[in-house]
């Protein structure tokens, strides 16, 4: 049998590639290995290796590499220390491929080390275009790739220009609508998870048969000095709004540490009663939350690609989906008060989207799963021309 690895480095990242790990699972041609790095097993951020192991995966090795701080130089040392676990344990293992997921630091240190070291490298979600060292990041870790399973058809043809090869290609849909997609047969949140939102988080009592914002924003990296002035923005549009606010915690990435404090500046200064906090979220609980929101609000890809599955309402505000495809579920704004508080305004009215399977329809892990069991690739050094 091959051996194949998967490396995951959040919880989101786990969310992303959960139907592909289902279906290589159950493959009689190859030997799963998962690697867990990064966020993906701190505590802050939602450690997410006892889920991996409740859904009835193994977990190879985990790999604390994540180097927390207020700087932008923690994601190059974080990325540093993902390369120097990697290599020596692709060096043990010695797989036939290794997947990698997205656009992220530990991403890019999965790429490098599997290249470096002659693996074939299979890349999802790539060619994508959203602005910010993301993006960056996303067509590097493209071109280091030998095998692509991208989530849209622009994603595709983009892969095609930048010189890879169209028979390595395979546009199959978004894992993560995989996983929306089975949330949702049961779309209202169950006493257990109503339970879980009541007695986590901290701020004010939310009812949720009751209208309400979900809001989700994250640091955009290439705006590192800005993150304050930018996070004030919405939270003036916030305490505008006279609606409920449920307010998840910034990721891990440079600048979260500012936007963190002005969350708490924001939830000490005076009584709110309209606003509750959490650091993560259960995915199943995220996605039944998108599902009745009355609009989300902040810079998450959730809202440009589950969003558009869903058919939720969205207000993306920044560059930190800059140019990414999207549906007719969004409406863009930039870090201004009054531009954020007109689009809430217009969406709450305009109500729920039909669903836009833009991203795929529900079925990508089993397919992609498939396609890597009878993939045969001797070769890593790539031949096309630009």
């Given at each position: 049998?091959?051996?194949?690895?998967?490396?995951?480095?959040?919880?989101?990242?786990?969310?992303?590639?959960?139907?592909?790990?289902?279906?290589?699972?159950?493959?009689?041609?190859?030997?799963?290995?998962?690697?867990?790095?990064?966020?993906?097993?701190?505590?802050?951020?939602?450690?997410?290796?006892?889920?991996?192991?409740?859904?009835?995966?193994?977990?190879?090795?985990?790999?604390?590499?994540?180097?927390?701080?207020?700087?932008?130089?923690?994601?190059?040392?974080?990325?540093?220390?993902?390369?120097?676990?990697?290599?020596?344990?692709?060096?043990?293992?010695?797989?036939?491929?290794?997947?990698?997921?997205?656009?992220?630091?530990?991403?890019?240190?999965?790429?490098?080390?599997?290249?470096?070291?002659?693996?074939?490298?299979?890349?999802?979600?790539?060619?994508?275009?959203?602005?910010?060292?993301?993006?960056?990041?996303?067509?590097?870790?493209?071109?280091l790739s030998n095998i692509h399973f991208p989530a849209s058809e622009d994603a595709k043809n983009r892969l095609i220009k930048m010189g890879e090869d169209p028979s390595y290609i395979f546009n199959v849909g978004c894992p993560r609508i995989d996983l929306v997609d089975e949330i949702l047969q049961s779309s209202l949140l169950t006493k257990d998870e109503i339970d879980f939102l009541q007695t986590n988080g901290v701020g004010a009592h939310l009812t949720f048969d009751n209208p309400f914002i979900?809001?989700?924003?994250?640091?955009?990296?290439?705006?590192?000095?800005?993150?304050?002035?930018?996070?004030?923005?919405?939270?003036?549009?916030?305490?505008?709004?006279?609606?409920?606010?449920?307010?998840?915690?910034?990721?891990?990435?440079?600048?979260?540490?500012?936007?963190?404090?002005?969350?708490?500046?924001?939830?000490?200064?005076?009584?709110?009663?309209?606003?509750?906090?959490?650091?993560?979220?259960?995915?199943?609980i995220y996605v039944k939350l998108m599902n009745i929101t009355k609009c989300l609000v902040g810079n998450s890809s959730s809202g440009i690609r589950e969003g558009a599955f869903i058919g939720t309402p969205v207000v993306n505000i920044g560059s930190r989906q800059h140019n990414r495809e999207c549906g007719r579920n969004v409406i863009h704004v930039d870090y201004d008060s009054s531009e954020i508080i007109n689009a809430i305004s217009e969406q709450l009215k305009k109500g729920k989207y039909d669903s836009d399977s833009i991203y795929g329809s529900g079925n990508a892990g089993t397919r992609i799963s498939e396609i890597i069991s009878d993939l045969e690739l001797d070769n890593v050094q790539k031949n096309i021309g630009y």
């Open positions: 049998m091959k051996k194949i690895v998967v490396v995951i480095g959040s919880r989101a990242n786990y969310s992303s590639i959960k139907s592909v790990l289902k279906g290589l699972k159950l493959s009689r041609s190859l030997e799963l290995y998962i690697i867990c790095n990064t966020s993906s097993i701190s505590e802050k951020y939602g450690d997410v290796s006892e889920l991996i192991k409740s859904d009835g995966f193994d977990i190879y090795e985990k790999h604390f590499n994540l180097i927390e701080g207020k700087d932008i130089g923690s994601m190059a040392r974080t990325t540093g220390f993902a390369l120097l676990y990697l290599s020596n344990t692709f060096e043990n293992l010695k797989p036939d491929f290794v997947l990698t997921v997205g656009d992220r630091y530990e991403t890019i240190a999965t790429a490098l080390a599997a290249s470096y070291m002659n693996i074939p490298l299979i890349h999802t979600m790539g060619g994508e275009v959203s602005g910010t060292i993301d993006e960056s990041i996303r067509h590097a870790i493209s071109k979900l809001v989700s924003q994250h640091p955009v990296t290439t705006e590192f000095d800005k993150q304050k002035k930018n996070i004030r923005s919405t939270i003036s549009a916030l305490d505008s709004v006279n609606i409920p606010k449920l307010v998840l915690w910034p990721n891990s990435d440079a600048g979260t540490d500012a936007i963190a404090q002005e969350y708490r500046i924001w939830r000490e200064n005076g009584p709110r009663t309209d606003v509750r906090f959490y650091k993560n979220l259960p995915i199943n």
